[in-house]
């Protein structure tokens, strides 16, 4: 009979001590303690893969790190003689660390992909060291961590410099996708800085290249992008016509993750312009797309984020017990989103789900509860990066 698997945050302890073990040379057991971890959750099971490939990687197996690494990444995309046996160690080693950080990406380990991308950029400054488009993917991949982390301008920094050797080594023809993606991280950036103007310049110039490249998701998803920008300039029925624009490109490639994305920033327009059935009905309507989308917890912790706070929102209208259960059913929402989060390094968006179930609690008149959140978020924001494999 089988075993029942172990929690997922006992799973994640095991983790954080066996990265820790190998980083201090006691890796005796390290193998055979990945071996006995078994979980029925797809992300856990892609982070157990993960971190032996991370060991691998420590020891220079390269080919036994190629082997768990190509079952969640394909390695062509970074370079298509990313295994020429002529490359030397450190080039060698630049290569799956820049891999291994874009897998940390796509697991919602941002912190953990920070530290692997500045290790890459770190070798990439040694002498001799020449993989022009490996640091591209570097400097790329560490702007999206800086996003996620709240640190625009660095992320700014990042993808300017990305561009600047683009073009020293005339490789603009040959990296029209990764030009594209950088115009869309330098859209999303500044829009966070509140340069609107500059984030509709990217914005559009990335929307026109994966017209041309052509690639239907990225357009979708730059359509969302630009409607972001409209929506924080005050531009609600424009930000509603991109957002629907967005959603009808993702009904058309059934992209579950998108439609979800767009029908909780569409619940957003309706917030704002205090349209509070309307918004809820987008609500239902994300949590319906939510169902096939647990394990992305990011996305799903941002759905959960939006749907609390329309639930404050409409619980804000009531009065007496109304009130009270609204509010409780809103601090209830929050926390199914603090649960995906959790599971994140999403340091931005943990803080403001924390101040956001602060106002929940100051509206129960609940101060200490309110308190502890209040410095949650603080704690949260305060976090160092790259810290997150060792908590």
Known sequence: MLQSSPQVPEIERTLRRIRLMTEEGQEENVLEQLDALFTEDSQMRQEITFTRAWYYTQKRQWNEAFQQLSSLYDPQSIQNDWDDTTHTERERRAFYLVWLGTIAVNLSRYEDASRLFTQCLEILEMRRVHLPKVRIKALCGQAMTCIISGLHAVAIQHYQEALKVCAKEKLQLELKRDIADIHYGLADAYRQTGDF?????HGRMALQMYEDLPDRYFVCRVYNLLGRIAFQLGEHQVAAEL???SLSLAVLEDKMGMKMINFGAMADVRLAEHRLDEAQRYC????????????????CGMM?????????ARAKEKQGDEAFYALQEAQAIYAKAGEHLAQTQATAHLSELY?????????L???????????????VSATPRGAGWYE
Not at 355 to 362: M, Q
């Open 197 to 201: 103007g500059r984030a509709r310049t």
């Open 243 to 245: 957002y629907m624009e």
């Open 284 to 299: 239902d309507h994300a949590l319906e797309a939510s169902a096939h989308m647990q394990d992305d917890h990011h996305l």
């Open 304 to 312: 959960y984020l939006i749907c609390g706070k329309v639930a404050f």
């Open 355 to 363: 101040g956001r179930r602060a106002e929940v609690y100051e509206a």
């Open 365 to 379: 008149n609940q101060p200490q509860e309110a308190l502890a959140c209040w410095k949650s978020a603080f704690d």
